[in-house]
């Protein structure tokens, strides 16, 4: 279970910074005036990984009022099997990751494959802020304040063919900096995969960071999918490669146990796993338990997607 660091008089200040922060960054986006400020030498990109975090909250809350969880919650209470399955230990083991230099390649059924640097996607996309809550499959859950910019920015550069009806994700393979990876039980490296649709819906992004800062390694730096209406396993972390397919693809996880994670893995609190409930979940850093809401709360903008679909049979 996650214990919340006490929290020290030093770091109340970075709080206000990322507020202040904030409000710059609305005020020049409503003027527009992002461009010229670039041009002055003033960066809007994400803050540097030698900033200090937010203690609190910063007093974040997502659309349903629910406030964001803490930069410290969010960091230290994760899933990333390649480098540990304790998800106490993953910003330990994960500390050093190599996450520059970086490519990310996008193939396949698209009219211009391209192989982008990290920094060209820094660079070409405004970064926005999303508060999303994420729902582990496992019965938690955190609400987390991501940077990054929508998938379907990037697909339209890379403009997929009329075949191409699904997307498939896969995260770097490096089993000397990932040692879970050389654990023969799961078939590395982590694979994802979205249809065609739930890839260009706008809630689907591409996050680079978290509360004003970089994505640290434990949260998949340095670019990880983020969907916010499926269970967090198909967020896949630390993304390599992204592959338009005309085939479903098969996750990580449907391989291990197809029977427990299907391919669809939207949020259902009326669909339980095998071997647990999914009516409820525990919200990191709060008592008791709270309801599982159907697509984990983003039923208005997503659940048109899968009209006339058995859910239960497709889960
Ligand atoms: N490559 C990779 N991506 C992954 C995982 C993983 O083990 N490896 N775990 C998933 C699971 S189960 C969850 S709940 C989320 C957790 O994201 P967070 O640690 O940033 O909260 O990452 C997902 N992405
Ligand atoms: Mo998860």
Same mark, same amino acid.
């Given at each position: 279970?996650?214990?919340? &660091? ?5 770091? @109340? ?12 960054? !609305? ?6 005036? %992002? ?38 919650? #969010? ?32 193939? %396949? ?8 640097? @990290? ?23 955190? $609400?987390? &304040? ?20 699904? $997307? ?10 990932? &040692?879970?990876? !050389? ?55 630390? #993304?390599?490669? @992204? ?5 479903? &693809? ?66």
């Amino acid at each position: 279970m996650y214990r919340d &660091p006490a929290i020290r008089s030093s770091d @109340i200040t970075p709080e206000s910074v990322y507020v202040n922060r904030r409000a710059l960054l !609305r005020g020049l986006g409503a003027l527009g005036v %992002g461009a010229l400020l670039s041009a002055c030498g003033v960066s809007t990109s994400p803050a540097q990984d030698d900033q200090p975090s937010p203690a609190a909250n910063a007093g974040l809350r997502d659309e349903l009022g629910d406030p964001a969880n803490t930069f410290a919650q #969010i960091t230290n209470y994760n899933n990333f099997y390649e480098f540990t399955t304790d998800k106490e230990a993953v910003a330990r083991r994960a500390a050093n990751f190599v996450t520059q230099p970086w490519t990310v390649e996008v193939t %396949g059924m698209v009219r211009n494959p391209r192989i982008f640097a @990290i920094e060209d996607i820094l660079q070409m996309f405004d970064q926005e802020e999303r508060i999303y809550r994420l729902r582990c499959v496992e019965g938690w859950s955190m $609400v987390i &304040p991501w940077q990054g910019f929508p998938l379907h920015k990037l697909l339209a550069l890379v403009e997929p063919t009329a075949q191409a009806q699904y $997307v498939r994700f896969e995260t770097l393979y490096d089993s000397d900096q990932m &040692p879970g990876q !050389r654990d023969r039980y799961f078939p590395w490296p982590y694979a994802e995969g979205l249809r065609i649709d739930e890839a260009m819906h706008d809630l689907t992004i591409l996050s680079t960071g978290l509360y004003g800062r970089t994505l640290l390694p434990q949260n998949g730096a340095p670019l990880r999918l983020v969907v916010p209406w499926k269970y967090g396993f198909k967020s896949i972390k630390s #993304i390599v490669k @992204i592959e338009l397919t005309d085939t479903m &693809p098969v996750s990580l996880w449907m391989a291990v146990a197809p029977h427990e994670y299907g391919f669809y893995a939207n949020v259902n609190p009326d669909v339980p796993h095998p071997r647990w409930s999914q009516a409820t979940e525990r919200r990191i850093g709060e008592m008791g338990r709270r309801k599982t809401l159907p697509f984990n709360g983003y039923a208005e903008q997503v659940a048109v997607l899968y009209a006339g679909m058995d859910l239960r049979k497709h889960y």
